[in-house]
Each structure stands twice: as C-alpha cells, then as structure tokens.
C-alpha cells in the first residue's frame, strides 16, 4: 500500500465550480498536512497547512483533515481558470528531519 | 517575499558527467532539502541537511549523490557521475526552526536532462 495515495485525475471543470481534491493515507503518525500547488515546470508552492483534524479556511480554500479516516481534502470555492495546475498533498511526521511524503498530485483545469 | 533560489533553471549533461546543482536558501533557514521529481511521477525526498551534516536520506541517495553547504549561503547537490534515470526536476526546499513546523519553501528547481 502506499504512504499517500491521490488521484491524479486530470480534472477539469467549468469556471465558478466548487472543486474537492483528496488523498488518503497509510501512516498514522504524519501529523502535518499540506497542499501544495505547482505550475507546470514550476516548483511547489504552499496553499494550506495544518497539523490537526477538522477545518481549516483560507479565502477560497478549505482544508480538511480527518485523521481517524487518514484523509484529508481541498476544497475550492468560486473556482477561477487560474486555479488550473497541479494540486500535491503532501505530509510529514512530527519528529526527525520532517521529510515531506507526496501524493501524486492532482492535474486541474478549469474552464472559462 | 523572501524566496529560495535555484541555478541553473536547466542542466544538460552527458552520461558519467558530474553535475553541481546551486540552491540559495531563505535567509535565516535552517534545514534544507533536496527532492526530486521524475516527468509525470511524485516528487521524492532525497535528503535533509541541518546543522552541516545530513539528517536524514531516503534509498535513492546513494554513493554518487552528496550535499554541502559550502560558504555558509548556498546549498549544493553534486551527483558524481550522471545516469540517464537521474534525469529529472531537482527541488530544494528550505525552513525556518519557527514556531509554526515544518513550512517548506521550494525552488522552482534545477530541471536536469541526463544524455
């Protein structure tokens, strides 16, 4: 099974649409949870993070942990052509060197 | 905003070749790392790097990969001697020892074609 799983779509959806990317999880004790989003040839660029279950709000962005489910979402409201790119969830243990494990990342288009 | 610098944004090399890819961190970072994201698969921890030694290092890391910190601002990855599946997207990444853990900040990476 592996660390973190995501479905790499390509999603693609119409502009204004409610968008809701997920990953779940093998390994109990990551506790810090990120998504990232990349732009093609780009580096990855922190959206949201959290360390704990529940829901986290960031203008259009929601994130949302369940830990007893190891799963964890993104969710994007009104959504916008440039919010088209690559979405990574990505997480990490509390201790040692904190190493992030990806998901395979999402590919998102929204259309105009 | 501060941010972490990457030379060269492309590297073309031929197999055997060495190869020394440049990262600029964040001012004030202390941890570094270095992830790798072959085209069309996930991106891949390498290495981490604190205090001037490695702290931890995934199996892919092996003998032809090192990591330094060579003048106390930049933060480089040399692979000894290239092979074509080193072909790939280089990432560093950086944090601060804050109050908030384990916020990494990339690069827009060291794109690395392998011949």
């Known amino acids: 099974q592996k660390e973190v799983e995501q479905d790499p779509g390509p999603l693609s959806v119409p502009e204004g649409a409610i968008v809701s990317l997920n990953c779940t999880y093998s390994?109990?004790?990551?506790?810090?949870f990120m998504w990232y989003r990349q732009y093609s040839r780009k580096g990855p660029e922190l959206l949201m993070y959290?360390?704990?279950?529940g829901n986290k709000e960031d203008g259009r962005f929601t994130a949302q942990v369940d830990k007893s489910s190891k799963y964890i979402s993104l969710f994007i409201r009104d959504s916008q052509p440039s919010d088209s790119a690559t979405y990574l969830c990505?997480?990490?243990?509390?201790?040692?060197?904190?190493?992030?494990?990806f998901g395979q990342g999402t590919r998102l288009t929204i259309n105009p | 905003e501060p941010e972490v610098t990457q030379t060269p944004s492309h590297q073309v090399t031929q197999m055997g070749q060495e190869v020394i890819l440049r990262c600029v961190p964040i001012?004030?970072?202390?941890?570094f790392y270095w992830y790798r994201q072959i085209l069309g698969q996930k991106v891949e921890f390498l290495v981490s790097?604190?205090?001037?030694?490695?702290?931890?290092k995934s199996e892919i890391f092996d003998d032809q990969f090192s990591v330094e910190r060579p003048d106390g601002s930049n933060f480089t990855l040399k692979i000894r001697s290239t092979k074509l599946e080193d072909s790939a997207m280089y990432f560093c990444?950086?944090?601060?020892?804050?109050?908030?853990?384990?916020?990494?900040?990339f690069g827009a990476g060291t794109r690395l074609s392998v011949l």
């Open positions: 990444a950086t944090r601060s020892e804050g109050r908030i853990k384990n916020i990494q900040y």
């Open positions: 390994n109990s004790a990551f506790q810090y």
């Open positions: 959290t360390y704990s279950s």
């Open positions: 990505a997480m990490a243990l509390i201790q040692g060197a904190q190493k992030l494990v």
């Open positions: 001012s004030n970072h202390l941890y």
């Open positions: 790097f604190y205090n001037n030694e490695i702290s931890e």
